[in-house]
């Protein structure tokens, strides 16, 4: 039997009826977020409830209402969502709002969702990676996932572009009515740089969207594939700031002060920019004041935010060079780097002595490290 076109495309419109996950999803967000999503959706048609669309009275109401519950802080979240759910949204929301609420929600609290990120590697005529044009990529998106997966796909633009895709089984009829779990929503974004940043490949319907981001990217002349890189973080800015276009990510660590012009100032830099003291003739500087220099230096005016480092570490034995043993290093943290740093000011440890995947300067959280040296990045 032939697939109508189409058939694996869920469109803006479709209904996922009320139900526990449903509420789940609505109840993260705050109060002001909703009243806030309410208001854009009674401004957007295909967000606007049916009985509503002709009548322009009732729709003028329920703004007002919408507005005067957000500015009263004796109106409860419930409220806003019960006034949601039995009367303008009684039949469920659509796609739209859902991919508008799990935004909302990514948006509120960036640190939700991990990322890491990949090269794209470029093979043919073409020199540099091609640009992305957000209609064209979710176009071919859609052609290279074929009939394997059904999928929703919602485009924005923050802090570059960022694709979410909702992934139900095909070959489950009852799955396309239903709000899939967390890990069948698979996050992309592209930045203006040549990486794609996405949430960590954990099973076979993320291979799939993977491989086929590859095949989406890739042009006449002009075949790319992607190469994973080692790096997850909780911070889309992180990822942005260790693997984007800006100086800062080609500066990391030590080398951030030429990113941030504190070296080799360029004459149309604000006459008023701070100089670092490199001065070494102090008589009396304190061993703490020392300390913080020492962790300036090392890791930099700023740390990029990284919520767990992994490094696996081989180092010949000193009394029987045949035998290698390998430790597991690892730092679990909200800021792995900025702890590390306050260690140095603290002199828990010796800031001088620290290999550079310490400090971040080497842009990467996990790898091997052998002879002190990082040697294979995973």
Known sequence: MKRKHNAD????????????????????????????????????????????????????????????????????KRSVMERMFDYEWARGFNLLQIAHMDLQYLLDHPNSIKWTASRIAVHGDHRSAPSVHPPSFVRNLRSSLGSSLTTHIYTTRHTGVIIRIQLHES????????????KRIFYLAFPTSP???????????????????ATSLSQVG???????LPVVTRSLTTMIHIRGASRNAAALGAW?????????????????????????GEDE????????????????????????????????????????????VRFESKDVFGELKRLVEDGVIDGRRMPG??????????GIVSDRKLVSRR
């Open 195 to 213: 990486h794609v940043f996405h949430v960590p490949i954990t099973d076979g319907c993320h291979e799939l969207v993977y491989r086929a981001i």
């Open 357 to 366: 995947w310490m400090t971040g300067e080497d842009g990467v959280t996990s």
């Open 256 to 280: 951030s002060i030429y990113a941030n012009n504190q070296v080799d100032k360029s004459p149309l830099s604000p006459a008023d920019l701070q100089e670092i003291s490199v001065s070494d």
């Open 9 to 76: 495309r869920l469109k803006d419109g479709h209904i996922i009826s009320h139900c526990p996950e449903v509420t789940r999803l609505v109840s993260r967000l705050s109060k002001e977020s909703l009243i806030t999503l309410v208001l854009r959706w009674l401004e957007t048609p295909a967000c606007m409830p049916d009985a509503m669309g002709k009548r322009a009275g009732e729709l003028l109401e329920a703004k007002s209402l919408y507005r005067e519950m957000g500015q009263k802080d004796s109106v409860s």
């Open 285 to 328: 500087v304190d061993e703490k004041q020392m300390r913080s220099k020492v962790a300036a230096a090392r890791f930099g005016d700023s740390t990029y935010a990284c919520e767990r480092i992994a490094f696996q570490v081989q180092e010949n034995h000193p009394q029987d060079a045949s035998f290698t043993p390998t430790v597991l």
């Open 222 to 228: 002009c075949e790319i594939d992607l190469k994973l």
């Open 171 to 182: 070959l489950n009829p009852v799955s396309l009515n239903v709000l899939p779990p967390p």
